[in-house]
Nanobody
């Protein structure tokens, strides 16, 4: 059974930082591309960042570029999202996702194969 378990969310002031973690089990982590998505209240779930399994290539949505960093540790089967210079508009539930196809995560036109349960990030002004 595949599980993706996020942690690291919380309440932070604008301008602060958080690091989210997503621990994977039940899959061959090193062969899955990993991504982060977020869903704000009343809005759709949106792509944030992805890291490819084969090359380590990364891709970010425009609002995350220069502020967020996605990384992975295959030995720990964990993907991270370091978030800096946080803004109130970053407030959302953040979800980890896994798919063998990196472009499935990046294009976000079809759901990734696996989702985590989400972790709340709240940025106060």
């Amino acid at each position: 059974q595949v599980q993706l378990v996020e942690s690291g969310g919380g309440l932070v002031q604008a301008g602060g930082s958080l690091r989210l973690s997503c621990a994977a089990s039940g899959l061959t982590f090193s062969t899955y591309s990993m991504g982060w998505f977020r869903q704000a209240p009343g809005k759709e779930r949106d792509f944030v960042a992805a890291v490819a399994w084969s090359t380590g290539r990364t891709f970010y949505t425009d609002s995350a570029k220069g502020r967020f960093i996605i990384s992975r540790d295959n030995a720990k089967k964990t993907v991270y999202l370091e978030m800096n210079s946080l803004k109130p508009e970053d407030t959302a539930v953040y979800y980890c996702a896994a798919d063998v196809d990196y472009m499935t995560l990046v294009r976000s036109t079809t759901p990734p194969r696996y989702w985590g349960q989400g972790t709340q990030v709240t940025v106060s002004s």
